[in-house]
């Protein structure tokens, strides 16, 4: 059951993210949730990293939206769209 609440945060997480990220963003449904659950993925990382999170600790809500924005505009530099 674990994997459909992730899935749903995840697709939450991707739109609130594709929504703060000026430009067009040609995806769908699932590349949205794929992108909010790598953002959250992203975001458990930096924190461990950074000593925020300790094993077994997973990046909040707003950490993950983050991720995800900052993936976004990975994306968009590697694909060399101008979004201005």
């Known amino acids: 059951m674990w994997i459909v609440e992730a ?3 995840g697709l939450i997480v ?3 993210a594709r929504l703060a990220v000026p430009g067009k963003h ?4 699932i590349v949205t949730a794929i992108i909010g659950i790598a953002g959250s993925v992203i975001a458990t990382a930096a924190g461990k990293a950074a000593g ?7 990046a909040s ?12 505009l990975a994306l968009q530099a ?7």
């Open 7 to 9: 899935i749903i945060i």
């Open 52 to 58: 925020w999170y300790h094993s077994g600790q997973s």
């Open 14 to 16: 991707g739109f609130i």
């Open 26 to 29: 040609p995806t769908g449904l």
């Open 61 to 72: 809500f707003l950490a993950s939206i983050v991720g995800a924005i900052v993936l976004l």
């Open 78 to 84: 590697l694909s060399g769209r101008r979004t201005w």
